[in-house]
């Protein structure tokens, strides 16, 4: 299965430009969104991480996770934004109808979103879902010189 690159909302990139998401110091969560909610998701406009009804059926609690060893790191003229895998594990039942993941910061706003794969799919009970962001992140901020 091969998942899009991560895609940044709009109001986010005004967040982190004004400093209202930190990157650093705020509290990173992810979730897994139906592909009944692709509207919703692929909004570019969205703002809040709340907003997004994400899957919690058979999702071994919690149902949104928080990434492992997140990191902003700066080099050159390129700062990348990256985290440990999440893994999700299936409990209780199959968990139906994945194809988005959505992270966010807890409680405040929706930063990116990635489809997983190109048709909605299951995670059986007993199973796991991990989401290894790409060796770079999930996204790099470019350009300026000095």
Not at 34 to 43: C, E, H
Request: charged share 10%; proline share 2%.
């Amino acid at each position: 299965m091969a998942a899009s690159a991560w895609r940044v909302y709009n109001e986010a990139k005004k967040y982190m430009l004004t400093g209202l998401i930190d990157l650093d110091t705020d509290a990173v969560r992810m979730k897994l969104c139906a592909g009944t909610k692709s509207a919703a998701v692929s909004n570019y406009t969205r703002s809040t991480f709340a907003s997004l009804t994400h899957i919690t059926t058979n999702l071994k609690s919690p149902a949104v996770k928080t990434p492992g060893s997140v990191v902003v790191t700066a080099s050159g003229s390129q700062c990348e934004f990256r985290s440990a895998a999440v893994v999700f594990t299936a409990s209780g039942g199959t968990v139906t109808s994945i194809q988005y993941a959505v992270i966010g910061i807890s409680a405040s706003q929706a930063i990116a979103w990635c489809k997983l794969s190109t048709a909605v799919f299951s995670l059986t009970s007993g199973n796991t879902l991990t989401i290894t962001p790409a060796a770079n992140g999930y996204f790099a901020l470019t350009g300026g010189t000095t």
